[in-house]
């Protein structure tokens, strides 16, 4: 087994040798690479040559008081130089960055009919509140979503979740009962004591069975052992009202997409005995760390949403 070289630290510390080392390299000379450090010409004396012996290698020879690089030397201060600045400069770029987290973007993942139905408001006090802050709306659902929270493409999400991975966190804010919506003077329109069974001949215009609203759906029709046909499948709460006003058939809505200019043309009655209310709310990765304009756009949601769990750190603890 060949044997290991002694490791030759000066006090222990890396850094302050390399440090030493770039000084003499910038300005050929030990006594002002002291001056520049605030050391003694022995203590930078030491640390290079504390270097040297580390590396096996002459970083330096003297040419009259001037201290000149080695080709071994030139190598090791072009592979040094930037890490030194670097670290010196940290503590000023850090600050700087810091100022920056007032500014900068925002981004939030959302489906269509949380970004039409829910956000408005909130998007409206978050822009007075700050006008420098770019905001981004990714108009996103499902696995998309949550592929864009897993890589942080987003900084959080809002939006109505039934089943919530271990690796992300959700906390539901507002609720909103299912509705049936069909057109006036439809059979259901003003049917006493509406069931469940009385919608199974007429055919329910739907989101796409990959989204929430279908698979909910289809769960409570399944559980309660009632047939029912789907008569279109299309994206967006605005187009099924159209749909549906039309007379091509009813659907199964939540009441977050029902506004006064929908009494007009729809009839909207309550499905809550069949299925559960759906809930919003946000959604982020677990560890998480939320810029201080994530945290106030969370705040407009609720204020001190998700705080109990530590989820504003830069790791997170199930208490």
Request: proline share 7%.
């Amino acid at each position: 087994m060949a044997e290991r070289k002694p490791r030759f630290y000066y006090k222990g510390d890396r850094l302050k040798p390399v440090r030493a080392f770039c000084q003499v390299a910038r300005l050929g000379s030990v006594t002002r690479a002291a001056e520049a450090l605030f050391l003694s010409q022995p203590a930078v004396t030491l640390q290079v040559q504390a270097l040297e012996r580390e590396l096996g290698t002459p970083l330096f020879e003297r040419i009259g008081r001037r201290f000149s690089l080695t080709r071994e030397g030139q190598l090791l201060y072009d592979l040094a130089r930037p890490l030194v600045e670097g670290l010196d400069g940290l503590e000023a770029e850090f600050r700087s960055k810091i100022k920056g987290l007032k500014a900068g973007e925002l981004h939030v993942a959302a489906g269509s009919s949380t970004i039409l139905y829910l956000l408005p408001t909130l998007v409206q006090a978050f822009r007075e509140q700050h006008p420098e802050v770019q905001l981004v709306l990714h108009n996103v659902t499902g696995q998309d979503g949550l592929g864009l929270l897993r890589s942080d493409g987003v900084d959080l999400a809002v939006g109505s979740m039934l089943d919530v991975p271990t690796d992300l966190a959700y906390e539901p804010v507002y609720s909103f009962d299912p509705m049936l919506i069909c057109p006036p003077g439809h059979p259901l329109a003003d049917k006493p004591d509406l069931r469940l069974e009385d919608l199974s001949p007429y055919g329910l215009i739907l989101p796409p069975r990959r989204l929430t609203t279908y698979r909910l759906v289809d769960l409570v029709f399944q559980q309660q052992r009632v047939p029912y046909t789907v008569a279109l499948e299309v994206g967006g709460w605005e187009v099924i009202k159209q749909y549906v006003a039309m007379g091509l058939g009813i659907s199964i809505v939540t009441s977050i997409c029902l506004t006064d200019a929908d009494q007009q043309r729809l009839v909207a009655r309550s499905l809550a005995d069949y299925f559960p209310p759906r809930s919003y709310g946000v959604v982020m990765r677990k560890g998480k760390y939320l810029s201080p304009q994530a945290r106030d756009f969370v705040d407009l949601v609720k204020p001190g949403l998700f705080q109990r769990r530590d989820y504003f750190d830069s790791g997170h603890s199930e208490r």
